[in-house]
C-alpha cells in the first residue's frame, strides 16, 4: 500500500489531470517516471514560473554537489 499525501511543487497552479494507473501499479513513478509514471498535470498560474524550474540534469548536478 502506498499513499502520497501532499506534493510539494515549485509554483502554483491547478491540478487538470492525475495518473489514475499509479493506483493500481504505484511502481511506475520509480520504474519511468517521465514515462508512464507521471503523477499529475498542472495548469500554472504564472507560465513564466516554468522558466525559473531546474532541469533534471541541473538537479542532479544540485544534490551531487
Given amino acids: ?3 502520497c499525501c501532499c506534493l510539494f511543487i515549485p509554483l502554483s497552479g491547478e491540478v487538470i489531470e ?3 494507473s ?3 501499479e ?6 519511468d ?3 508512464e509514471g ?3 498535470k498542472i495548469s500554472p498560474t504564472n507560465v513564466a514560473d516554468i522558466e525559473t524550474l531546474l532541469t533534471s ?3 542532479k ?3 551531487d554537489g
Wanted: hydrophobic share 40%; charged share 20%.
Fill in 61 to 63: 548536478n544540485l544534490i
Fill in 18 to 20: 492525475f495518473n489514475e
Fill in 26 to 31: 504505484p511502481e511506475k513513478v520509480n520504474s
Fill in 38 to 40: 507521471w503523477m499529475i
Fill in 22 to 24: 499509479l493506483e493500481s
Fill in 57 to 59: 540534469e541541473e538537479y
Fill in 33 to 35: 517516471a517521465y514515462g
Fill in 1 to 3: 500500500f502506498v499513499c
